[in-house]
């Protein structure tokens, strides 16, 4: 027998002297057929290296049990710790995934739509690339009725389900921490503006000032992509500047810790001269010195909400059409990179 021929249930059969039936039952551990019988199959289907055809049968099916994944990076702790939660559910639920990273491209992110139709992926699971404008690329997956959900970075439509955190409300606690720690100039480092979570933390920024009755500057706002690069970078920028911030709100941790480190090997003080916080409470937040300030955000769970949801609606038991939105909960995480003594921070999360 050529080795690169796939074994089918035939071979199986011709080389047991027993039926197509019998062997087809016997691998589907089927209650009429004896136990010795099943063990026989087992083992010649061993042997001869007999795989089951799933692919096919689930197309028959017109259902592949396979759902896609689509994130902006795979090495970043946000994006792991979702896709953790993501495989617990499938797995419970007996699905498969199919993940891929756009690179923060929107020429990738389509590429990769473009895979995971060609692959029949029963729904798919996302979270926009840095660039995304023009959705239509989800369109092949709108009108075939195949199931969407955003998440963390979503894109507002009465057909896909959203999964999100309140990113306003937090941007707003916590610029509204550091004006009560006694902050005047407080800087926002932000991410694409086009990206909801990046416009959401940057109005929330923005009207917590305002309510606190502190100007808003538009030399205090600047947009980057929020990488560890960016972070040094940014740091070099503030010391060079004359008025210079008297706190840093970064949306997100990798940039914040990487610039607060510039900051602090420079002869600051962290957050005598410069109070910073971050998002996202990622490791690195715990780790550089002083302990980084930052929302507490639940990867893990919106992975697990988006896939549930994802998988509700492909059983029947949950609709999208009637559900938009989820926003799951979130709290600031207060640490030392914050505190200049000054504010009561009742209610708030001490860390």
Same mark, same amino acid.
């Given at each position: 027998?050529?080795?690169?021929?796939?074994?089918?249930?035939?071979? &199986?059969?011709?080389?047991?002297?027993?039926?197509?039936?019998?062997?087809?039952?016997? &691998?589907?551990?089927?209650?009429?057929?004896?136990?010795?019988?099943?063990?026989?199959?087992?083992?010649?289907?061993?042997?001869?290296?007999?795989?089951?055809?799933?692919?096919?049968?689930?197309?028959?099916?017109?259902?592949?049990?396979?759902?896609?994944?689509?994130?902006?990076?795979?090495?970043?702790?946000?994006?792991?710790?979702?896709?953790?939660?993501?495989?617990?559910?499938?797995?419970?639920?007996?699905?498969?995934?199919?993940?891929?990273?756009?690179?923060?491209?929107?020429?990738?992110?389509?590429?990769?739509?473009?895979?995971?139709?060609?692959?029949?992926?029963?729904?798919?699971?996302?979270?926009?690339?840095?660039?995304?404008?023009?959705?239509?690329?989800?369109?092949?997956?709108?009108?075939?009725?195949?199931?969407?959900?955003?998440?963390?970075?979503?894109?507002?439509?009465?057909?896909?389900?959203?999964?999100?955190?309140?990113?306003?409300?937090?941007?707003?606690?916590?610029?509204?921490?550091?004006?009560?720690?006694?902050?005047?100039?407080?800087?926002?480092?932000?991410?694409?503006?086009?990206?909801?979570?990046?416009?959401?933390?940057?109005?929330?920024?923005?009207?917590?000032?305002?309510?606190?009755?502190?100007?808003?500057?538009?030399?205090?706002?600047?947009?980057?992509?929020?990488?560890?690069?960016?972070?040094?970078?940014?740091?070099?920028?503030? &010391?060079?500047?004359?008025?210079?911030?008297?706190?840093?709100?970064?949306?997100?941790?990798?940039?914040?810790?990487?610039?607060?480190?510039?900051?602090?090997?420079?002869?600051?003080?962290?957050?005598?001269?410069?109070?910073?916080?971050?998002?996202?409470?990622?490791?690195?937040?715990?780790?550089?010195?002083?302990?980084?300030?930052?929302?507490?955000?639940?990867?893990?769970?919106?992975?697990?909400?988006?896939?549930?949801? &994802?998988?509700?609606?492909?059983?029947?038991?949950?609709?999208?059409?009637?559900?938009?939105?989820?926003?799951?909960?979130?709290?600031?995480?207060?640490?030392?990179?914050?505190?200049?003594?000054?504010?009561?921070?009742?209610?708030?999360?001490?860390?």
């Amino acid at each position: 027998m050529k080795e690169d021929k796939e074994i089918t249930i035939y071979d &199986l059969a011709k080389h047991l002297k027993i039926s197509a039936a019998t062997v087809s039952r016997s &691998l589907k551990d089927h209650p009429g057929i004896s136990k010795s019988t099943k063990k026989k199959v087992q083992e010649a289907a061993k042997e001869m290296g007999y795989r089951s055809n799933n692919f096919a049968r689930n197309l028959r099916k017109q259902k592949t049990n396979t759902i896609g994944v689509i994130v902006p990076k795979l090495n970043s702790y946000f994006v792991s710790s979702a896709i953790a939660g993501m495989e617990k559910i499938a797995n419970e639920n007996g699905y498969n995934l199919i993940i891929s990273q756009s690179l923060e491209s929107v020429k990738k992110e389509i590429a990769n739509t473009i895979t995971m139709f060609n692959s029949r992926v029963d729904g798919l699971l996302v979270s926009l690339a840095y660039d995304t404008e023009n959705m239509e690329h989800f369109d092949v997956f709108f009108d075939k009725n195949i199931p969407v959900v955003f998440f963390d970075r979503v894109y507002e439509d009465s057909r896909s389900l959203n999964v999100i955190i309140d990113n306003y409300r937090n941007a707003y606690d916590i610029t509204k921490h550091l004006v009560d720690e006694g902050c005047q100039r407080i800087m926002h480092i932000a991410g694409n503006l086009t990206r909801n979570v990046y416009a959401e933390r940057c109005r929330g920024y923005k009207d917590a000032l305002r309510d606190a009755g502190v100007e808003f500057q538009d030399e205090l706002l600047i947009v980057n992509e929020l990488s560890e690069e960016a972070g040094k970078e940014l740091g070099k920028k503030i &010391l060079q500047m004359q008025n210079k911030p008297d706190a840093v709100f970064v949306a997100n941790d990798v940039c914040a810790a990487n610039c607060m480190q510039i900051i602090k090997t420079a002869g600051y003080s962290i957050p005598g001269d410069i109070a910073f916080a971050g998002f996202n409470n990622d490791p690195i937040s715990k780790i550089v010195e002083p302990h980084l300030t930052t929302v507490n955000y639940p990867c893990y769970e919106m992975g697990e909400m988006a896939m549930r949801n &994802l998988i509700d609606h492909l059983t029947g038991d949950g609709s999208i059409s009637t559900t938009n939105k989820i926003i799951l909960r979130s709290e600031i995480v207060v640490r030392a990179s914050s505190l200049k003594g000054k504010g009561n921070n009742q209610g708030l999360h001490i860390a």
